[in-house]
DNA sequence: AATTAACTTTGAAATCACTACAAAAAAAAG
DNA sequence: CTTTTTTTTGTAGTGATTTCAAAGTTAATT
C-alpha cells in the first residue's frame, strides 16, 4: 500500500505550481500554514508556530519563502503597521480591519471593495483598503 | 516695535492648540515642515531638513514630536511600506497613491475618497486607502 | 522674581524586524 | 552518479524606532 503524504491530499502543491512556484516543502508547509491560520500572521509568529512541528526550520526560511511567495503573487504583503510586515494567502481584494485593541486583523469579505477610479495617467497595480477601529470582540456595552 | 516671529503670523500654534498639543518651538516647526513640504516624508527626512536650520536639533526629538502629533490627532501616519513609517498634515480622508518606480506618495484629493461600509458590530476610525503602482512621471511611452 | 513641579530635549545604548552572506544540503539536469 | 543549480541555515549586519536618565524648559505657585 503507497504511502500517502498530507501535501499529495490537500491540493498546496498544484496551488503553488499554478503561481510558478516549485513546491519545496518548506514552501508547502508556510503557504498551507497561511491558508489553514487565515490570520494575518507575522514572519515571527508563522515561524514560532511552525518550528514546533519543524525544530529544523530557520527564520531566514520564513523570510525566504515569504517572499518568493510574494514574488510570484501567491500571497500578498499586507501593511497594518509600520514595524511588521503581515502576510494574506487569500489574494482576492478585500477590505482588512485592525482592532486597535486586541491587535486582529480581520478580512471583510462580507462587504463589497471600493472601485478607485485614479486619474489616467496613474496606472493602478494594487489597491490596498485598511480599516482601523474595534472589533466585535472588543466591543463595551 | 514689536518684533513679530514667523509662528505669531502662519496660525501654526493655534492649529496646535486646537488639537490639543501645546505649541512648543520644535512641536511647531515640525508640524510647520509637514504642512509646507505636504511630502510624506519619513523621519529621518524631517531630520535631516530641519537639523540644517536647527543644528541642535536631535533625531529622537523628531520621534517624540511626531509620536506626540499622531497620538492628539493633529498628523497621520501613513504605513506605505513595511520598514518607514510615513507622516501627513493633511488629515482630511483622501486617497494614497505610491509609485513603485521613484518611490514618491501623492495626495489624490481629486479623486472621490470610498466609502466603507463593515458591518455594524465593527466601529470604524479611520480608513487607509494605498494604491500601488506607476505615476505620471514615471510612465514610458 | 524665586521655588517647585511637570514636561521636553538630548544622545547613547538597546531593540527588533529584516537582509546579506557564505557554507552546507538538497534537488534537478545531464 | 556527477555536475550544476537552487535552497536552507546560522551568524553577523543594517536601519528604523524606542528606552533611559541626565540636563534643560516651561508652567504653576509663592
Known amino acids: 500500500m503507497k504511502k500517502t503524504v498530507r501535501s499529495e491530499i490537500d491540493g498546496i502543491p498544484e496551488r503553488l505550481r499554478s503561481f510558478g512556484v516549485r513546491p519545496l516543502t ?5 503557504y498551507r500554514y497561511l491558508i489553514e491560520q ?3 500572521p507575522t514572519a515571527d509568529m508563522i515561524h514560532n508556530d511552525l518550528v ?7 527564520k531566514t526560511t520564513v523570510y525566504n519563502v515569504l517572499n518568493h511567495l510574494c514574488e510570484k503573487g501567491a500571497v500578498h504583503r499586507v501593511n497594518v503597521e509600520q514595524h511588521e510586515a503581515r502576510y494574506d494567502a487569500m ?3 478585500h477590505v482588512h480591519f485592525k482592532c486597535r485593541l486586541c491587535g486582529k486583523v480581520y478580512d471583510l469579505d462580507e462587504i463589497p471593495f471600493p472601485t ?5 495617467d496613474y496606472s493602478i497595480e494594487i489597491v490596498q483598503v ?3 477601529g474595534i472589533c466585535p470582540d472588543c466591543q463595551t456595552g
Do not use: F
Open 130 to 132: 485598511i480599516i482601523g
Open 91 to 93: 489574494i482576492h481584494d
Open 52 to 58: 514546533k512541528i519543524l525544530p529544523s526550520l530557520s
Open 26 to 30: 518548506h514552501r508547502v508547509d508556510v
Open 38 to 40: 487565515n490570520n494575518h
Open 116 to 120: 478607485i477610479d485614479p486619474p489616467t
